[in-house]
DNA sequence: GTCTGTGAAAATCTTCACAGCC
DNA sequence: GGCTGTGAAGATTTTCACAGAC
């Protein structure tokens, strides 16, 4: 993960159901299987701008690093994408997986705190390139507010509720000082903010119905510098 | 997994051998057993920041959301740190967490890629406060190389193995744009640089003595876009 | 009584291996 | 021939539960 430090429910519901899953939500899913499909989307885009209209599992794990087996287990646990004989075909397996994502439509972005990662983010096309739309950027500091960064208008944090509201906004990007963060967490919960992506290194509680996944840089690099210090091997 | 996409060695080799921990390397910790050794030391520090002397096993797990066991668990793979009847003693579980993750002496570190994130992640203070330091940052754009960003001076890419060398980095950052990711991480590994924080998308190769972490932003949005859109819960 | 350290059990995740389709 | 989807086996990680220390 990254490591990162996550806390998203893993219901234990057993899914006995053998038919076809035709969409929607599967009972239970590792994140760890949707952190793969991520990864596999993003290489199938890469394949596909090459021209490669289909890849077998046993390819495209090759690419990341993962089993077939692991591949088609992890797409299994939301239907049937492959074709017997020839593999997925390319264009249909992308779409099918920002379908499950949620990344299949434009998701709006609320990004409070613009600091020095604040603004890196603002500037940041990585995001964009998968479907996310950073369009209001919020922050307590009176001499911020008004300019733009990136196209991105800054709001003073009393705004949040009205701007989420009006632009149906319900992710959020946490880019203030750790101490903070637990205060602004709950006005983004009481905004109606559903998805948090926390950047403090700090334990979000919230109610349950606001999920949250943590990035914790120097975490990131303690894990690197453990590796070094212990010898590792990356295989 | 912040998600995060790691890949770092786990070899198989059981160890059997129960005489004390004395020091060093165990023969194989599950990687995310280390992602919440620096969680556990994080919080360590702010209990010893608010007096606190000892904390339980039940205590410290509750504060980061984790079983007592587990806690117990952890800290068992690289010895016994606990007194029975008391509690763990903050300032010395940190001490010995430090050790482990090789954050006991200052860690210099080299950025390489001023961008944006670059630019920003210069500028962060969550990475010196856990024993990180930035020394040197590198870019191929002759326009950057002289200034300095947070009091770090900005060097061009053919320098690298030189300040490696002289400065005994160990340690890189790694944030340029991902088409040149793959051959500046070479460039790293050939300077002697031992381990790689990675935010570029895309999934390294490298030499099995170069470790490195791959901290993928957009990945991680999209973690908390699927929650969203498939209702879960954060418990 | 409190608390750690740890085998044993439970739960989870990954790989194997093969039936069935192209 | 090549390939997917999947039950069964294997491996790993987490939780349980308790002996022993304070």
Redesign the pocket.
Known sequence: MPFANERMS?D?KQDDD?R?RVEGAPE??????VS?LSLYQRELQRLISTGEPT??????GQLLG???????????YF??????????HCPELVARIRKILGTDQERRVALVGVGNLGRALLGYKGLEKQGFRVVAAFDADRAKIGKSISGVPIQHLDELSDVVAAQQIRLAILTVPAEEALGVADRLAQSGIEGILNFAPIRLQLPPHVNHVTVDLAIQLEQVCFAVVNREATP
Chains 1, 2 share one sequence.
């Open positions: 893993d234990l053998d076809e239970s899913v590792p994140k760890a299987v793969r890849v077998s599992s046993n390819r495209l993962v089993s077939d087996a692991q591949v088609r287990k992890d797409l299994a239907g049937q994408f492959g074709h017997p004989g020839i593999g997925y």
